[in-house]
């Protein structure tokens, strides 16, 4: 009987349930590890080496000394927690290095290295309340991470970073659109990461190409709830000489805090699919990567790469003044500093739209990271347009500008696969991740925010056609007060006008707006 069988009502109503976003729900924003043994880092000295000079590449030509308290600067002002706050309603809130997609931070740090001094070989977790590293194993790891990246490398480098992603952190607000955001995230790491190993002078590069299986294997995670992203070898090899991979016995996976989470089959499948299995794999899908010209870039006195971390806070509102076409040179050089990575660089590319530049005309623009320079791509105002593009957020509509970066998928998953689209989240997450910093050292704001996908696209086209925004960031002067403004853009009532079969004067309605 159509009428009788209420299963229908009782599956819809599961799937329809907001215990998603439930507070009581909200998964903890920090790992734990009961009754392992944690080694304290020294106190991380803040990096005095101007920012944008940070951003912009090495220090020197020769590597500095890799040691305990280099490490501890590095994962500090990577991921660390950099101060606190106490609200009346929100209570305490604990403020990390590197900006997080609605400060949920779902990526972990994790250490695999050779003997420092004070620090013995094995693997270990980072903590960022404590600074502190949680030991997972004794032993020198080096050659098992050698062969898991077939990269001999890792073997003779004194150490080498590997983040993960706890996905529910993300999906547990942003449902199965978090897997994005985790590689966001991780971009938005590791450009502090590349900046103080930068200052620090450091060649740091990324590795995304490895086999899944045995990296979660060696830091002992649960591949279904924390899967690895990346790895980020420190210090110079020692040469390459034969290793031996070590047993590798089950191990404490660690306290995440929950014990379900919603699935989400898209983003576990594309996960899924963009395994490699085994090192010849990875062999052969390093072996299709394009090398990308590096680009040096003059750069102008900033603050201090510490400083512009520790004071660094996604902004909540932005006065709308302009800033200099000089200031705005300098974040987009910033964005597009080349980066050494297995997947080439050069994935995103961004483009612009400019409400308020001295010596900018307001327009679409579109940006050349080879030449430095600014394409027009129309002119006019179009801050009603970035506001509604950016989500309908008053803060696209009053920044000063607002950076998308586009990237070319149907390329990058030729040469790349599916694993591709993990690159190009990754590489457009670092380059978001340089404009803050970017921002901050010349006394700027910058946010990243959600976006209509498709109305984007369109938006930029002709000239954008067939690309996709992987992130965006809005910049210019905070302001004041600090927090969120009401908005709602022309566009936005029109859609619902519409919507409702509004009758009268039909206003005309750009192809555009129609892609979201």
């Not at 000489?241 to 089950?250: D, E, F, N, Q, W």
């Not at 499948?269 to 090398?291: C, F, I, K, Y």
């Not at 976006?451 to 369109?458: E, G, L, N, R």
């Amino acid at each position: 009987m159509a009428n009788g069988d209420i299963q229908a009502v009782q599956a819809f109503h599961d799937v329809t349930k907001l215990s998603y976003i439930n507070l009581l729900t909200k998964p903890p924003l920090y790992k734990s590890y009961a009754g392992l043994k944690q080694v304290s880092l020294p106190e991380p000295p803040p990096p005095e080496t101007p920012a944008l000079k940070a951003v912009a590449g090495p220090t020197s030509a020769t590597a500095g000394r890799l040691d305990l308290e280099a490490v501890s600067q590095l994962l500090h002002y990577s991921a660390g927690l950099i101060r606190k706050s106490n609200s009346a309603t929100a209570g305490e809130v604990h403020y990390r290095a590197a900006a997080s997609a609605g400060a949920l931070y779902p990526i972990e740090l994790y250490l695999v290295c050779g003997d420092f001094h004070g620090l013995a070989a094995g693997v270990y977790h980072y903590a960022p309340a404590d600074n502190a590293l949680t030991q997972l194993r004794e032993g020198d790891f080096r050659g098992n991470l050698a062969a898991a990246a077939a990269d001999d490398s890792l073997a003779t480098v004194l150490a080498t970073i590997v983040s993960t992603a706890v996905f529910w952190r993300s999906a547990w607000k942003y449902r199965t659109r978090g897997y994005r955001y985790c590689f966001w995230d991780n971009g938005t790491v590791f450009a502090n990461l590349l900046a103080t190993a930068n200052s620090l002078g450091q060649q740091a590069r990324f590795l995304t190409g490895f086999v899944d299986r045995d990296v979660d294997q060696i830091l002992g995670v649960e591949s279904e709830q924390e899967a690895s992203t990346c790895l980020v070898p420190l210090g110079a090899a020692g040469g390459l000489r034969p290793y031996v991979a070590r047993a590798l016995s089950a191990i404490d996976s660690g306290d995440l805090g929950f014990t379900e989470a919603i699935t989400y089959p898209e983003s576990d499948l594309l996960h899924a699919e963009a395994r490699l299995d085994s090192p010849q794999q990875v062999s052969d899908w390093r072996g299709h990567v394009h090398r990308f010209e590096d680009i040096r870039i003059p750069v102008v006195p900033s603050e201090p790469l510490g400083k512009a971390i520790v004071e660094r806070g996604s902004t909540r509102r932005f006065a709308r003044e302009p800033i200099s076409k000089e200031q705005l040179s300098e974040l987009l050089a910033a964005s597009s500093t080349p980066m050494t990575a297995d997947f080439g660089f050069g994935l995103s590319e961004p483009y612009l739209i400019v409400n308020a530049v001295n010596g900018v005309s307001p327009g679409a623009y579109h940006y050349s990271r080879q030449s430095g320079e600014l394409e027009l791509l129309k002119e006019g105002d179009f801050r009603a347009e970035a506001g509604h593009l950016c989500f309908e957020q008053a803060l696209g509509a009053d920044a000063s500008a607002v950076v998308f970066f586009l990237a070319d998928l149907e390329s990058a998953l030729g040469r790349l696969g599916n694993r591709g689209y993990r690159a190009a989240q990754l590489e457009a997450g670092v380059m978001g991740g340089n404009v803050y910093i970017a921002a901050h050292s010349l006394g700027l704001g910058a946010t990243g925010m959600t976006f209509f996908d498709d109305a984007v696209t369109a938006f930029f086209s002709p000239h954008a056609a067939g690309k996709s925004l992987m992130f965006l960031v809005g910049l210019g002067r905070t302001g004041i007060p600090n927090r969120v403004r009401p908005f709602r853009s022309k566009y936005g009532a029109l859609k619902d006008s519409l919507a409702r079969g509004a009758s009268g004067e039909r206003r005309p309605v750009p192809d555009w707006l129609y892609s979201n």
